[in-house]
């Protein structure tokens, strides 16, 4: 008998007191709650999966918006006791094979959490995160790199104006001119104005300034405790081990103390209130949004969070839910509100919806819309079979164990950390079946449960908030002025000892950049570490006259994966570029003479859902053998595996569109890819740089860049969408006529699934030539578009995956990220990120800085870029390889592995391949990458291009890099 089975409440493991232990069997897990003497809580998840979880986590409750824990959360990463390093975090990044690594800030909590399927690895990264967590350095030079500083706009020069700058403060002057961001924080401000949550805890870029060094300090020694910690563990690695470590690193060296981090309830409101803000934009006609905000019950509570996660999944789940429906076809507005739905992440819950994509002058319509829909919903009522549908989403979401998106262990503690703080049962957010009886208990004793619940707690709740945000042409301007006029206040009194102490201390700071760092301290990993295989997961595969059907065995804990690609290199150019249009309206129009609204129904009651995908790739030994794929895939309970190839088939065969529906369809795209320009600045950027340089980027670029953008703007008029609806039948008639890779993932008992009804739906007559793109015209471009910061890029043509250079170009690609972009975008830039990427199948190496307050001096960065190698040790090619190897090693699960292994033999890429890659990779060495970086990042092959709130060409002028300016 192991001690993990052995726990039970009131046995002691040292200093730790088991409290709760229970087995959770719809996931094959046990759960351990633990409490320390210092006050510590601990949950374990003992669970056969070798991808290791850990986080800890601090109720951290800012009283104030200066982002005090935000900026914490950073320094508190940027060396500590035992690794005095500058920079332990991103040095770790390369002497790990992490599987996930990260640390965030939200409104009431800090985490920092990891995972990795290395049991050293593991070890290594807890001795790091216990250190950075509990015993930081908190460094005055790294809270003024990564939080706040005053420095010169010619650095040196204590007679130039003074600018602000700081890691977090650009990061947050770039979040907080995104819509998305600003309508999330007015929530909080609106909801709860007396609590911790009316302030922004990242940040406001007027606030930031404000907050000392002091201050900082501070608010580590009251939060960063054990008293206020929560300790997290997942996998098969034996609790003991972990309490051991966590013990002796950490709790040996406290004493109990006392704080109080509790959230009281807001005060109820006596009527409804309003809250009036904007954002910089200039899109009058369709650029407002509004929402409706309620507050509701204490989220923590158990019946409380399902009732109202279950009734957001009712009204607003999916196109066909009734206020999502109802607002939609108001045409108010384009597509759902910002952050519309439930929100657990409260103390006391909150539900908001409303509409984006509205005229600045209709703005005010929306609060009517959403009272009037709901008004209608609670009197008409909600027909049965749509909850039967929403519960039967959740059943799903029970079953189902998935690492995509996230591992699935990290998955558990994002589920179950908001009860878990608050002092409900984290326990009922990870095994939800016994809460799901009493909701269909009580909805048998009254059938008008939910109706019941809009009336009582949406209809005459009066703590209601109605946010409106606008775009404001002139904010932007107005913005740049306010942060000039915050830096005259800040320097008014400034004497010549003043602005020399600004210049000492920051001489101080370039310092600690330029040290020589002895890395050495930290624990890594070595190359023998890294896996030589690739999984090997069996399949059969059968033929038709139109499909090549795999049939994958998995353990999916009883769920049914479907997967039906085709190739569509035969499309014409106008189609293929409507393709990516054309799987976003396919799922959410009718089909087999059911409207939208039925057939989504029909979806919802017998799927876990259904997505259509467009997807690209070339052959492994040949760039110009592009291909192009279209890819319809769903899930379901094996219960309803007929039910789900009906589906697919009637999708596939007798798909519906209406004008009506096109027309609305690409209104919600159009916003969101509006707004994504915004916020994804540098895939954009990377898009634009990538068409210059190969038919794959072209292509790419055509379907998912501002190019295709373009073509969906250009497409809403009448006459252009009767033209469109004429394409899709185009469409759908030619992808029938490919032959299909069908892949079936399931449990040996679901393996024999008559897919036929898919199958013979192909012809399998399409030619298959490689297809053919145009690239761009080979000139630096340049969006400039609402936002105070750039997004800039540079790409290089690189060579196919099994060319004897690629692996080469992989590792160079992390070198440069880890030993040169870092430090110079982000330390000493302020950017918010910097890296470089290589992708091995595309063949493009980019250079890239995200949310970054320089143009032309990171244009200067990308050009030194070689001179990174002129260092280079063997350490550096170590960690290089390290964290190359993890590209190529993702982390997959039962309903992922076998779907890559079946896919990836059809395209070329088969273990064999992959390992010989993998074998290249290892053998890389110091001169290959000299050699490569030489023959490949060579300046007459660069392509350039940079999304900005700005026209580059009077900084970059100097540099002889003029940008082709185009206004998005």
Not at 117 to 146: G, I, K
Not at 286 to 312: I, M, P, Y
Not at 470 to 496: G, H
Not at 693 to 712: F, K, M, V
Request: glycine share 8%; hydrophobic share 40%.
């Amino acid at each position: 008998m192991t001690i993990q089975d052995a726990l039970r409440p009131g046995v002691q493991l040292g200093r730790y007191t088991v409290e709760r232990v229970q087995d959770l069997p719809e996931i094959d897990a046990r759960i351990t709650f633990l409490r320390h003497d210092l006050g510590a809580r601990h949950m374990h998840v003992h669970r056969a999966d070798d991808n290791l979880a850990f986080g800890v986590v601090f109720p951290t409750v800012p009283q104030d918006s200066t982002g005090v824990a935000h900026i914490l959360e950073h320094v508190a990463l940027m060396g500590s006791a035992n690794y005095p390093v500058p920079d332990p975090f991103f040095a770790m990044l390369p002497r790990s094979l992490n599987t996930f690594m990260n640390a965030f800030t939200s409104s009431d909590w800090t985490a920092y959490p990891f995972s990795t399927r290395n049991t050293q690895d593991y070890f290594n990264l807890l001795s790091v995160y216990l250190d950075a967590a509990f015993f930081p350095l908190l460094r005055y030079e790294s809270f003024r790199q990564d939080g706040h500083r005053l420095e010169f706009e010619t650095p040196g020069d204590a007679k130039s104006a003074l600018k602000l700058g700081g890691v977090v403060y650009n990061e947050m002057k770039g979040a907080m001119a995104a819509p998305a961001s600003i309508m999330y924080r007015a929530i909080g401000k609106a909801l709860y104005p007396d609590l911790t949550y009316a302030n922004n805890s990242g940040g406001e870029p007027n606030d930031i300034p404000s907050l000392t060094w002091e201050d900082l300090r501070a608010f580590h020694a009251r939060h960063y405790h054990p008293s206020n910690a929560f300790f997290y563990t997942y996998g098969s690695l034996p609790l003991e081990q972990s309490l051991q470590v966590i013990e002796e690193r950490v709790m040996s060296k406290f004493t109990p103390q006392a704080l109080d981090v509790s959230i009281p309830d807001q005060t109820p409101f006596a009527e409804p209130r309003a809250l009036a803000l904007s954002y910089p934009g200039t899109d009058l006609e369709g650029g407002a949004q509004g929402t409706v905000a309620w507050k509701l019950g204490r989220s923590f509570d158990a019946s409380e969070n399902l009732k109202w996660s279950v009734l957001s999944e009712l009204l607003l789940g999916n196109p066909a839910a009734p206020l999502y429906h109802a607002l939609i076809e108001s045409g108010v507005g384009s597509s759902l509100a910002d952050a519309s739905g439930y929100h657990d992440n409260f103390r006391e819950g909150a539900f908001t919806v409303g509409l984006k994509g509205v005229s600045a002058a209709r703005v005010n319509e929306v609060e009517a819309l959403v009272l009037n829909a709901l008004q209608t919903i609670a009197r008409d009522g909600i027909p049965a079979e749509l909850v039967d549908s929403a519960l039967h989403q959740f059943e799903i979401a029970q079953k189902e164990v998935s690492n995509a998106g996230w591992p699935y262990g990290l998955k558990l503690m994002m589920r179950g950390l908001g009860p878990w703080l608050h002092g409900g049962d984290p326990i009922s957010a990870l095994n939800i079946d016994v809460e799901l009886a009493r909701l269909q208990a009580a909805r048998a004793e009254h059938p008008r449960l939910f109706e019941e619940v809009i009336e009582a707690e949406l209809l005459r709740n009066p703590h209601r908030a109605t946010i409106t945000l606008t775009p404001d042409a002139d904010l932007a301007a107005r913005t740049e002025a306010e942060e000039r006029a915050l830096v005259e206040r800040l320097t008014a009194t400034f004497t010549d000892e003043d602005r020399q102490r600004v210049l000492d201390e920051n001489a101080a700071l370039d310092a600690m950049r330029e040290a020589d760092v002895d890395h050495g301290v930290l624990p890594t990993l070595s190359t023998a570490d890294i896996p030589t295989g690739v999984p090997r997961p069996a399949y059969t595969t059968e033929e038709t006259p139109g499909a090549i059907i795999g049939r994958v065995p998995q353990p999916t804990s009883g769920l049914v994966y479907l997967d039906v690609q085709v190739r569509v290199n035969h499309l014409p150019g106008d189609l293929l570029d409507l393709l990516p249009l054309y799987a976003f309206a396919l799922t959410r129009s009718g089909a087999a003479g059911l409207t939208d609204v039925q057939m989504t129904r029909r979806v919802e009651a017998v799927t876990g859902g259904v997505s259509a995908s467009v997807g690209s790739g070339v052959a492994p030994s040949e760039l110009q053998d592009l291909r192009a794929a279209f890819t319809l895939s769903g899930k379901a309970l094996s219960r309803n595996a007929d039910a789900l190839v009906s589906v697919l088939h009637d999708y596939l065969t007798a798909p519906q569109f209406t004008p009506e529906r096109v027309r609305q369809l690409l209104r919600q795209r159009v916003t969101a890819l509006r707004a994504s320009v915004v916020s994804s600045g540098t895939d954009y950027a990377l898009r634009t740089a990538t068409a210059q340089l190969t038919p794959e980027g072209a292509l790419d670029e055509r379907q998912g860049g501002i190019t295709h953008l373009r073509t969906l703007e250009a497409a809403q008029t009448d006459e252009a969408i009767a033209a469109l609806l004429d394409q899709f039948a185009r469409l759908q008639r030619a992808l029938l006529d490919g032959r299909a890779r069908v892949c079936l993932t399931a449990q040996d008992a679901d393996l024999n699934l008559d897919l036929t009804a898919v199958t013979q739906a192909f012809q399998g007559t399409a030619p298959d030539a490689p297809v053919s793109a145009a690239l761009s015209p080979r000139t630096p471009v340049a969006y400039t578009v609402d936002t105070p910061v750039a997004y800039n890029v540079r790409a290089y043509p690189g060579v196919p995956y099994t060319h004897a250079d690629n692996a080469a170009l992989l590792v160079l690609s992390r070198l440069l990220r880890t030993t040169y972009l870092q430090k110079e975008l982000r330390e000493r830039g302020g950017a918010y990120g910097g890296y470089a990427t290589f992708d091995p199948r595309g063949g493009v190496f980019g250079l890239a800085s995200y949310r970054d307050p320089h143009i032309a001096r990171t244009y200067g960065v990308f050009d030194r870029a070689q001179s990174a190698l002129a260092s280079l040790t063997d350490r550096d090619l170590t960690e290089a390889i390290l964290s190359a190897s993890k590209q190529l090693d993702p982390l997959t699960s039962p309903d992922t592995v076998g779907r890559l292994r079946f896919y990836g033999d059809l395209g070329g890429y088969t273990a064999d391949v992959q390992e010989a890659y993998k074998a290249r990779l290892l053998a890389v060495t110091q001169d290959d990458l000299r050699r490569v970086a030489s023959t490949y990042l060579r300046a007459d092959a660069a392509a350039n291009a940079t999304v900005a709130g700005r026209n580059p060409n009077a900084e970059t002028a100097d540099a002889g890099l003029t940008f082709d300016v185009r206004t998005l």
